[in-house]
């Protein structure tokens, strides 16, 4: 069936109000944020400006849920979580709009990708919390000890703007699944598919308290969440600069533990002796310019083997030059409009800086569409990048690729660990020997082979170096949200 989303776009009433203890409210005095359309750069509504006030009803409303929500048998939390993934796929349509309002990428993407993800990973969680068993330890006869997994309390969760539903998704989900109760902080840029998700909660059945969002400034509302004595966990997902402040809030309240999914600058390495040239210039643009190129696990630095450079950028060239950019509602887009103005702004200093520095700008870096009043880049490739420029080492978060070549296996390898960044690395090469010796020597959190952005709930995702410590999805994601207790008994 063809969804007439300008149709629905038409139709549907935003709604900016925090969720806390069952019910929307605005904020205690009063002020909102107001945001414009990243589509259109007309003012789409004015939100709820969280603060310190808001953040304690919330944390309030959190605590006093936790009793009933961890209380309840493992299999009744499954079967709300599963009603409550039900319910958002029922919903899948307005939330995939809202996602695409809120900071622009095509809508198809947003239905297609973001909420089959989120759906997913609720599924998971909400399957796996029945099927986990605690330990026994091996002791002597004359004694009993036994592992039991304890959930934390009230968790925090503070999320960006760049895939507003799955990030939150990736938290919310085994956070709650093991008995926690959750204050979420969406990103200011993009807080409206969070306030969906917990009226959606509520109408599955989960008991009041138990999902509450907090819409606001980080400066404000974060900065609260993040400080507050009764969060005892927090997960956090953005930028290392905010990361680092995070961690300095847990030690200045109650140490929280804090848990940090943070940037990248990823590298995939192309070696000379991998078949399919092509295949590899599809794969490497798919996965740079999607959600223009606003993800932070994009392979945004493309090493290549001198001999085989120019071929390769030529293709990568070719490739880029395919993406239509436009109307995210248009189903012919495969690249929508970045966040907003600042951050459009944002990305072409780094254009700029890159010209300044003596790169080559192969293909686009321009904004387009200026008629629409929204906020379009051409997605853009540098060669003859070095390592010592700016759009080489930091994190531009836009649809910017940048070539780098090499002449050995071991020069790629520096280079590729060579920033601050570990999120993820990219192989792309025919000899196994050399795949795994490589792929053992890169600093990441996942090594890509002759493919990029292989993925699904069932594996870790997370950086080494600045680029974090957690690791979300998968069942290790449990840990992050519970408490190991050992219960030593003395059989007489
Ligand atoms: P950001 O760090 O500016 O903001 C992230 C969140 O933190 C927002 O909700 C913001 O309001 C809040 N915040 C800001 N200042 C705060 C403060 N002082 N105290 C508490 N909270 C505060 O990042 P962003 O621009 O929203 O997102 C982009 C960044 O996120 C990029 O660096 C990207 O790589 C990273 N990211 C990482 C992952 C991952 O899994 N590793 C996934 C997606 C995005």
């Known amino acids: 069936m063809l969804i007439n989303w300008h149709q629905l776009r038409k139709n549907i009433q935003l709604n900016g109000q925090h969720f806390i203890n069952g019910k929307s409210c605005d904020s205690h005095d009063g002020s909102t944020i107001s945001k414009k359309s990243p589509i259109d750069g007309s003012w789409l509504l004015d939100f709820a400006r969280g603060k310190k006030s808001d953040i304690d009803s919330a944390v309030d409303a959190a605590d006093n849920a936790f009793q009933i929500w961890s209380n309840l048998q493992p299999s009744k939390r499954k079967e709300l979580l599963l009603n409550f993934a ?54 002597a006869n004359n004694s009993f000890a036994y592992i039991v997994r304890e959930p934390v309390g009230v968790v925090g969760v503070i999320v960006p703007w760049n895939y507003p539903l799955i990030m939150t998704a990736w938290k919310l989900a085994p956070a709650l699944a093991v008995g926690n109760t959750v204050v979420v902080k969406p990103s200011e840029r993009s807080p409206l598919t969070a306030i969906k998700l917990a009226k959606l909660a509520s109408e599955a059945g989960i008991p009041d308290g138990v999902i509450n969002v907090v819409c606001g400034y980080g400066h404000e509302a974060g900065e609260a969440l993040a400080l507050h004595d009764r969060v005892r966990v927090l997960g956090f997902t953005g930028s290392v600069a ?64 001198e001999d085989i450079a120019d071929e390769l950028i030529q293709l990568l060239v070719q490739k880029t030059k395919q993406f239509k950019v436009g109307d995210p509602f248009s189903a012919d887009k495969v690249l929508g409009a970045v966040v907003d103005e600042k951050h459009m702004n944002h990305i072409l200093s780094y254009i700029e800086s890159g010209y300044k520095d003596g790169a080559k700008c192969l293909i ?25 420029m700016k759009i080489a080492q930091e994190e531009i978060f836009g649809p910017v690729l940048s070539v780098i070549r090499f002449k050995t296996e071991e020069e790629a390898i520096k ?14 090469s025919n000899d196994i020997n050399r795949v795994h010796r490589v792929a053992r020597k890169l600093q990441a959190g996942t090594v890509h082979v002759n493919q990029y952005d292989g993925d699904n709930i069932t594996v870790p995702f997370g950086g080494v170096k600045q680029s974090g410590n957690g690791r979300d999805k998968s069942l290790h994601a449990l840990d992050k949200y519970s408490e190991l207790k050992t219960i030593w008994i003395q059989i007489d």
């Not at 709009?97 to 909420?115: A, C, F, H, N, R």
């Not at 643009?285 to 290549?304: D, E, H, I, K, T």
């Not at 280079?415 to 792309?428: K, R, V, Y």
């Open 86 to 139: 039900n319910i958002i796929e029922q919903n899948k349509e307005e939330l995939a709009l809202l996602e695409t309002i809120d900071m622009g990428k095509p809508v198809q993407e947003s239905l297609s990708v973001d909420l089959n993800a989120t759906i997913n990973c609720f599924r998971y969680y909400a399957e796996a919390i029945d099927k986990i068993y605690g330990e026994v330890a091996p002791t």
């Open 242 to 305: 905010v990361g680092k402040k995070i961690l300095a809030y847990s030690s200045q309240s109650n140490l929280k533990h804090v848990y940090n999914e943070l940037g990248g600058k990823s590298a995939v390495l192309v070696f000379n002796d991998y078949h399919d040239l092509d295949n590899i210039a599809r794969g490497i643009c798919g996965s740079m310019f999607y959600n223009q190129g606003q993800s932070c696990n994009a392979p945004s630095r493309v090493l290549v083997s």
């Open 364 to 388: 686009g870096g321009k904004q387009i569409n200026q008629e629409s009043g929204g906020y379009y880049l051409e997605p853009a490739i540098f060669d003859h990048v070095t390592m010592d």
């Open 415 to 428: 280079l590729a660990n060579s920033t601050e960044f570990g999120l993820q690395a990219g192989i792309w």
